[in-house]
């Protein structure tokens, strides 16, 4: 043997051994449950024996050697006959290997019988060195009966694999095919020569080789065989595009080199031209969304049994949709999600419209459409009432696919408009999205349609969280401003007792400077009132001043002075300079809503008392009257109860307004009352209140 050819077997031998043992450890650690996976390792066990007997033959030639090699040839071949037997014969692989051995059928019995000759003299023909003329016939009319049988025994595998089971196995029908029919050639020659090729003989172990990978995707495309390797569909993507790309920069190598090799005096200039231009070429296929979306759909299609990553494509829907930052952006998302599973450049999304009917409320990559799609239209029958995919391209080459529907007219308005998908269920439908035809050219099956469904019932769910939280929060709006409101009735009526009071005490003093002086300042503080409640109606229920410090015995002077002609006695006992950081206008309609409740239960003869005091927990101003007073009950459960009084013509606003805002200050309200005796109001201002009032 030459020493190239040497060279070359034992690397090729070398590698052809170590891929028959990676893919026999695969078979052996992922086919515990799997008889055919284990006897079909063992096959494998065989071809490495064989490579590697060869291998060795190569470096240390002798007859002891190439016995070795050839004994596990035919062990390999055996294995193999008998591997493809058992899958006839039990094509779901309910037998174990035991039970094919002691109860064989017929077919088990025919190929060990035609294969057991075929392997014995193949092995035992090979016993000497250099093989004798007489012996090669022999020696290789054993290998052609073996390749026959296997070719054989192959198409019976291939053609009684269940046509449901055919698309796992026909990898390794292939490499089996491959295999075979090389072998035969090189048996065929060898016996029509009388001598062994040594080039065929060298490459023969890197031929088989070669066949692995094909046996591998059936290993992983038939479960029980395989470790479970889960490999992402994005790593497959990326490899096949660096592969990709490592191609075209060949190809634009070798074109640069026969330009220049044959180019003449032009051929360096036109090599730099070339391969200037294949860069080029290459760097926009690699940005063109075209050329990833086929690879992606091709990767999908030929490298995975079923099209999408479901985990993958869920955590980006999600990503997606959660990552928008308001009502538009998520409307957007919702059409880039559905667009992108089916590689598709935009979208428009299309939403029930305040008449009842679907209009456009989103897009994406599209211009601005002004059009209204009826809800009891046959297109809203079929899309959303039986939640179909519509596929436009398909109803315009066969439009009875979809019954008597007729595409409306703003189809043929929206560019490339390719898909109508649902969004929601059958018994909550909420819209539904068109898409512009696929950047590459897509198969429209059953897997795509569901995964299409499914991802828009996902999406009409965050669309519809999102349209009951707007819904929501307009109620809340309007229950703020009706809370608001409420106040500011409340707050008109007390001004309203005021100014009666005015005009009924007016008749009797209307002479008086002191009186007509109160009355001005009385007039003067219900307009600032007034504009006040105008303001903070507009603004929302808080104050829009920043709290302040008040002075208390001015206020309450002030307040004694509009509430002394009221008919009972009204006492006043303040301390001078009490402070309190608070809002000045509220503060009096606090203790002012107080001090008129107290003068509306007392009687006549009947006495009210405004006290205020610093005391070591803080200021407290104390409201006292000895009117009718409220029960235990009314005062733990309804006192301070929006709409609760215990008046005719009450509101019950008062004294949950006094509550809320003394809690908002840091303070409390503490009530003490009984039937018949009266009523004690303490309010409480937090000693830290008190001394930022004033610092």
């Known amino acids: 043997m030459d020493s190239l050819p040497a060279a070359f077997a034992l690397y090729a031998y070398g590698a052809a051994a170590l891929g028959f043992v990676v893919f026999c450890l695969q078979l052996f650690l992922g086919a515990s449950s799997s008889p055919r996976a284990r006897l079909l390792g063992w096959c494998m066990v065989a071809g490495a024996g064989w490579c590697l007997a060869s291998a060795a033959f190569v470096l240390r030639p002798g007859a002891t050697l190439w016995m070795v090699a050839n004994a596990a040839e035919a062990a390999h071949y055996l294995f193999f006959v008998f591997f493809l037997a058992a899958c006839v014969v039990d094509p779901d692989g309910h037998r174990t290997v035991a039970s094919l051995v002691r109860r064989p059928s017929w077919l088990v019995r025919l190929a060990l019988l035609a294969a057991l000759p075929g392997a014995l003299a193949y092995a035992l023909l090979a016993r000497r060195l250099p093989v004798d003329a007489t012996v090669l016939p022999w020696l290789m009319g054993s290998g052609l009966a073996l390749s026959l049988l296997g070719a054989v025994m192959t198409e019976q595998f291939y053609r009684n694999t269940p046509r449901q089971w055919r698309w796992g196995v026909k990898p390794m029908a292939i490499g089996l095919f491959f295999t075979l029919v090389f072998d035969l050639y090189f048996f065929s020659e060898a016996l029509m020569f009388r001598e062994l090729n040594p080039t065929l003989w060298s490459v023969r172990g890197l031929v088989h080789a070669l066949a692995i990978p094909l046996f591998a995707a059936s290993s992983a495309r038939i479960r029980e065989w395989s470790i479970r390797l889960n490999v992402s569909r994005e790593a497959v993507f990326h490899t096949s595009a660096l592969l990709v790309t490592g191609a075209a920069l060949l190809i634009i190598a070798l074109a640069g080199y026969y330009v220049r090799f044959f180019g003449g005096e032009w051929g360096a200039a036109l090599q730099t031209v070339v391969l200037a231009a294949g860069a080029l070429g290459l760097l926009a296929s690699i940005a063109s969304g075209s050329v990833r979306a086929w690879l992606r759909v091709f990767v999908n299609k030929h490298f995975f049994s079923l099209r999408y990553d479901y985990r993958a494509e869920w955590l980006k829907l999600a990503d997606t949709l959660y990552r928008a930052s308001s009502v538009d952006k998520l409307r957007e998302a919702s059409i880039q999600v559905i667009a992108d599973l089916v590689e598709s450049p935009g979208g428009m999304l299309w939403l029930r ?230 809002h000045e206008d509220r503060i009096e309609r606090v203790v002012g809503h107080l001090v008129q409740n107290a003068l509306d239960a007392t009687p006549q003869t009947g006495k009210v008392s405004i006290r205020a005091r610093s005391e070591r927990e803080g200021v407290v101003v104390e409201v006292e009257d000895n009117g009718c007073g409220m029960t235990e009950e009314f005062v733990r459960e309804r006192l301070f109860k929006p709409f609760q009084s215990t008046k005719a013509n009450g509101m019950g606003i008062g004294a949950y307004e006094s509550f809320r805002y003394i809690q908002d200050l840091g303070g409390r309200i503490e009530v003490s009352s009984e039937p018949g005796r009266g009523s004690l109001f303490r309010l409480v201002f937090p000693q830290q209140t008190a001394s930022a009032a004033v610092a």
Request: glycine share 6%; aromatic share 4%.
């Open 353 to 582: 419209d305040e008449q009842g009917g679907f209009a456009p409320a989103a897009r994406l990559n599209l211009p601005a459409l002004d059009a209204r799609e009826p809800a009891d239209s046959a297109l809203i029958a079929l899309v959303l009432g039986r939640m179909w995919v519509v596929n436009i391209e398909e109803h315009r080459s066969r439009p009875g696919v979809y019954g008597h529907m007729r595409l409306p007219e703003w189809v043929a308005r929206i560019p490339d408009a390719w898909l109508i998908c649902p969004l929601g269920s059958e018994d909550m439908p909420l819209g539904f999205v068109v898409l512009c035809r696929p950047r590459a050219l897509l198969d429209l099956n059953w897997e795509v349609r569901d995964l299409l469904k499914t991802a828009g019932r996902q999406v009409a769910g965050v669309l519809s969280q999102t349209q009951a939280m707007e819904a929501l929060i307009e109620a809340k709006k309007f229950e703020a401003f009706s809370k608001m409101s409420a106040f500011v009735v409340h707050d008109l009526k007390n001004l309203i007792a005021q100014l009666t009071l005015l005009l009924r005490n007016a008749q009797k003093h209307r002479d008086n400077p002191e009186f007509q002086q109160d009355m001005l300042d009385t007039i003067e503080h219900a307009v600032g009132r007034m504009h006040s409640m105008l303001l903070q109606l507009r603004s929302g229920t808080q104050p829009i001043e920043q709290a302040s410090p008040v002075p208390l015995t001015p206020l309450l002077e002030r307040l004694h002075r509009s509430r002394a002609r009221s008919g009972c006695e009204l006492a006043l006992e303040v301390e001078a300079g009490l402070v309190i950081r608070a």
